[in-house]
């Protein structure tokens, strides 16, 4: 591996050829804010939409757009905190490839990565496209709910990558 890596890829090396495996759970605190924000709007748009409810104003596109609205807060609340409960997506970097969640349809095997891409996307909202090539066509996409610093992570992937294919 390269000899200037970052402590974070060091440890996440180190991890690797200790345990056989490193595995990135979603980040705890990240998910807490996310649902604490949700919340707020979702408990805003219920607000307002009580509120048009009892003022008899609900028809139109303007009523459609707030119970839409409403109904996507909702399933932002759902999703993280079920997230939260269950600590999925997980993903994993092992012998194998590198993993999305538990099934091995988020598996892409070290011989089948075309590229690894840098981190692309707006701040806070980010992510590492691994792309895959040959019958498995496609990509995953490591999100900065699992790893903070992405563009250490890419750099990473990519040295162990070159390893895996190193005979």
């Avoid at 804010?33 to 939409?49: C, E, G, H, I, T």
């Avoid at 707006?122 to 590492?128: A, E, H, K, N, Q």
């Avoid at 498995?136 to 040295?159: F, H, K, M, Y």
Wanted: charged share 20%.
């Amino acid at each position: 591996m390269a000899a200037d890596l970052g402590a974070a890829a060091a440890g996440w090396s180190a991890e690797l050829a200790a345990a056989g495996r490193v595995v990135f759970p979603p980040r705890r605190r990240r998910l807490l804010l996310r649902l604490a924000l949700f919340a707020l709007l979702m408990l805003s748009s219920l607000w307002s939409n009580i509120d048009h409810l009892r003022e008899d104003d609900v028809s139109g596109t303007l009523g459609i757009l707030r119970v839409t609205a409403l109904l996507a807060f909702v399933y932002g609340v759902g999703l993280t905190a079920w997230q939260l409960v269950t600590g999925r997506p997980e993903v994993t970097v092992d012998s194998r490839g590198v993993q999305l969640g538990r099934s091995d349809r988020g598996l892409i095997p070290w011989h089948q990565i075309s590229r690894i891409n840098d981190p692309t996307g707006i701040p806070g909202l980010r992510t590492v496209q691994i792309h895959a090539s040959g019958t498995r066509s496609g990509a995953i996409g490591i999100p900065q709910d699992n790893v903070e610093n992405l563009t250490e992570l890419s750099t990473w992937l990519r040295d162990v990558h070159a390893d895996k294919l190193t005979p």
